[in-house]
């Protein structure tokens, strides 16, 4: 008997817990039940029995993480352990699975913390597989796949962008941030806390948080149209990885709908994304607060034109954007000390919130120049999907899938494990799952010009 044990049943895990399940209920050549066991763990019951109902094969196990006896029975259980918790609780089972010779994979960027597990995974003879899933996932993978082809012909790739981003469907998009959640809510307020690092012409660039979002550029995708981007977290790291030391530009980026960029800069420098500052909000409302972090005191104009002459708007859609989150509301709060990040979390979550119905939508696309016969040649790679519904969304299915594809490969023997921490760079990993992902429509389109 195989024992799968994933663990996270958040907005993302959709599909891996579902194709990983419809294996427990395929029939092997002597005509029994399949021998794979399924054990799906989170803190959440109801999430748990949602994604899972339709599976009586399924097992389930309501788990805090931080329950150290009860996590590490259902590691110890297992023979492979697949983790869609929160970036920062992955060095636990991470821990675990050292302990109990486990194998590993996450969807989350591999940590200093993990990385220092590196020989001591490879001592075990484990594999601790991060970064698994959509960005990083398979950006990695497409991006590795074109430079083993381009490095055939080409002497040297001067200049590599690579941009992902979860959108809304168009059929979708009813609010004028052109933007819902279909991941978790909490990451997109800490998106870009940690600035950016990235090679422009040569040099290196590093931009602080508070600059991140000015003066965002725009790239055109084919199939949806002009979508502005910001650069992500520290892209110098992977050129190391990515084996690009002769290229002048290097860029991993996060794509937005331009307005999206320009409303988001604006909340960024009225204080509202920090997660740091503690305000209590009992009696309080949602302009209290607002007066409270822009330092209204001049009571001759309203707290919105306050705002505005303090963010230097004029244009009205952006105006209208941060208006329409009802942040100047008199409604009151109640909820105790909070910092401003979580209070516009709270707004978010219900703001952009994603109907039943709603499809979201996942685009990436990499630009690679490279050098010909002399000349300089640009090939663009383009990836859209679109999801289902807001359960059986793109975002879940390009997270989830190369997960479960991986899983799948390690269980059936298919491939051989390799060892240490690891991000997929390698043809072992990268060809077969990039097969079967173009099987679920996850494929890309390319293109070459001089």
């Known amino acids: 008997m195989i ?9 993302s895990s959709t599909y891996l817990i579902d194709t990983l399940l419809k294996h427990t209920q395929k029939k092997n050549y002597k005509n029994r039940d399949s021998n794979w066991r399924v054990v799906v763990a989170d803190s959440d019951e109801h999430n748990l029995k949602q994604k899972t109902q339709h599976y009586p094969n399924a ?9 150290t006896p009860q996590r590490q029975k259902l590691v110890k259980e297992a023979d492979i352990v697949v983790s869609l918790m929160p970036p920062t609780l992955h060095i636990l089972l991470a821990k675990d699975c050292l302990q109990f010779k486990k194998n590993l994979i996450t969807s989350s960027y591999a940590s200093d913390e993990m990385r220092e597990l590196d020989q001591k995974a490879k001592d075990a003879g484990l594999m601790f597989m991060c970064e698994m899933g959509l960005d990083p996932g398979i950006d990695h993978m497409s991006a590795s796949h074109i430079f083993n082809s381009v490095r055939k012909v080409a002497s040297s790739i001067t200049s590599f962008k690579s941009y992902c981003g979860g959108l809304i469907a168009p059929e979708s998009d009813t609010n004028p941030w052109h933007y819902k959640f279909s991941w978790n809510p909490k990451n997109i307020i800490n998106a870009g806390k940690g600035g950016a690092y990235y090679l422009e012409q040569g040099a290196k660039v590093h931009l602080e948080y508070e600059k991140l ?33 002769e290229s002048k530009d290097f860029m991993r980026a996060t794509l937005r709908h331009p307005e999206f960029c320009i409303g988001w800069n604006a909340l960024i420098k009225l204080g509202a994304t920090n997660t740091e500052d503690q305000i209590n909000t009992d009696n309080r409302s949602f302009k209290d607060w607002i007066m409270n972090i822009s330092n209204y005191e001049d009571t001759n104009i309203s ?19 941060i208006e329409w989150l009802d942040i100047f509301s008199d409604q009151t709060i109640n909820n105790g000390y909070m910092s401003s990040g979580d209070i516009l979390l709270n707004i978010l979550s219900e703001k952009w919130k994603m109907e039943e119905d709603d499809k979201d939508m996942v685009v990436m696309q990499h630009e690679i120049e490279y050098l010909f016969k002399g000349a300089t040649n640009k090939l663009v790679s383009g990836l859209v999907v679109k999801g289902e519904d807001s359960n059986f969304s793109a975002m879940a299915k390009t997270v989830g899938l190369p997960m479960a594809i991986l899983t799948e490969l390690l269980m059936n023997k298919m491939i051989v494990a390799p060892t240490g921490v690891l991000i997929p760079t390698m043809p072992a990993i990268y060809r077969p799952i990039l097969k079967r992902l173009e099987k679920y429509n996850i494929g890309f389109s390319e293109s070459i010009s001089i």
């Open 303 to 321: 707290v919105q034109d306050h705002v505005w002459n303090k963010l230097g708007l004029s244009d009205n859609r952006i105006k209208n954007m």
């Open 59 to 67: 097992e389930i196990a309501v788990l805090d993480i931080n329950n």
């Open 213 to 245: 979002f000015d003066n965002n550029k725009s790239i055109y995708c084919d199939g949806v149209g002009e979508l502005a981007y910001y650069a992500n977290r520290d892209s110098l790291s992977y050129i190391d990885l990515y084996q690009l030391h």
């Open 3 to 11: 024992s799968i044990l994933i663990v996270g049943a958040g907005k």
